[in-house]
């Protein structure tokens, strides 16, 4: 449980990560700087900088973060009492709701190595390596209990993530459907790839 003044220090580093990234996605993550970013939340420059010590990090620290969410919120569903095909769908659903929410840091982390190298990048692949491994597992849970056709798990769970990760190509709020409604029609039609009648 964090304490007051961790929460309020999340929460200011939450407020300036959403604003860098608005405002990367309207002008480009070249053309913004530390100052616009700060500029746009009322801030000095040196007060982002006490949060975050350039550009790079305030962009690694939001990718790091979303990846650390999504791997806390497979293992939430993993702890469920639910069948195996409960548990892929409601991963399908709950991994397409966060990428609308957060669609804006998701598709920068789309390519992650247009932004990052080194360690950074490591880091960051082994983040989606670790969510992906989560999601095998589930995957092969299901095909040795026999719920699950028997697949090639790796071209699978590539061909699932694919498809929710491109939603947010084309998700609009202004369609007729809610954000919530939508994750879960998309989840219903991906777990057909894989649970048997």
Known sequence: MLSLREQKT????????????????????????????????????????????????????????????????????????????????????QHTDYLITERTGFGMGLRPEQFFEGGQLKDIIDLRDTYSSKIDSLIAIGIEEGSFHDVDITIVRNIIVGAMNYVIEWYSPEGTWSQATLARSISSYLKLILVKD
């Open 10 to 93: 999340q929460k200011k580093k939450d407020d300036i990560v959403q604003s860098a990234l608005q405002m990367i996605a309207e002008k480009g993550y070249h053309a913004t700087t530390m100052e616009d970013i700060a500029s746009n939340l009322l801030m000095t420059k040196g007060s982002v900088y006490y949060y975050f010590k350039n550009k790079q990090d305030l962009l690694f620290q939001s990718q790091k973060s979303l990846l650390e969410q999504s791997i806390r919120n497979i293992d939430d569903i993993m702890q469920k009492h639910l069948t195996t095909a409960e548990k892929l769908e409601e991963t399908m659903a």
